[in-house]
């Protein structure tokens, strides 16, 4: 059964740091796209950053210059670091995985594989 399951998430106060990793089971992810999400309460989830097939990486909203997003297929893992972080970050954070195209996408359409999402407070 192909599976996503988020973890590292918590409560953090701004300016610091958290890695999420996004761990598959059932398939491998190697020939996927990873995006990361963000849902903040009574918001729509939108995306955040997400890393290619081959490699290439993109990211969204406000989290340019301060996420990163990498992959290790050995680990069949994709991780989010995310630093410098702001009250607005907090939200679920999900991961989702497509291999309809090589390409990322913000959006949540052609994503077909989604985690259960972890938790992001950022508060002092």
């Known amino acids: 059964q192909l599976q996503l399951v988020e973890s590292g998430g918590g409560l953090v106060q701004p300016g610091g740091s958290l890695r999420l990793s996004c761990d598959a089971s059932?398939?491998?992810?190697?020939?996927?796209?990873i995006g990361w999400f963000r849902q903040a309460p009574g918001k729509e989830r939108e995306g955040v950053s997400c890393?290619?097939?081959?490699?290439?990486?993109a990211n969204y909203a406000d989290s340019e210059g301060r996420f990163i997003v990498s992959r290790d297929n050995a680990k069949n893992t994709v991780y989010l670091q995310m630093n410098r972080l702001k009250p607005e970050d907090t939200g679920t954070y999900y991961c989702?995985?497509?291999?309809?195209?090589?390409?990322?996408?913000?959006?949540?359409?052609?994503?077909?594989?989604w985690g259960q999402g972890t938790q992001v407070t950022v508060s002092s």
């Open positions: 890393i290619s097939s081959t490699g290439g990486s």
């Open positions: 059932g398939f491998s992810l190697d020939y996927y796209v």
């Open positions: 989702a995985a497509h291999r309809r195209s090589h390409y990322c996408s913000r959006y949540r359409e052609p994503y077909d594989y």
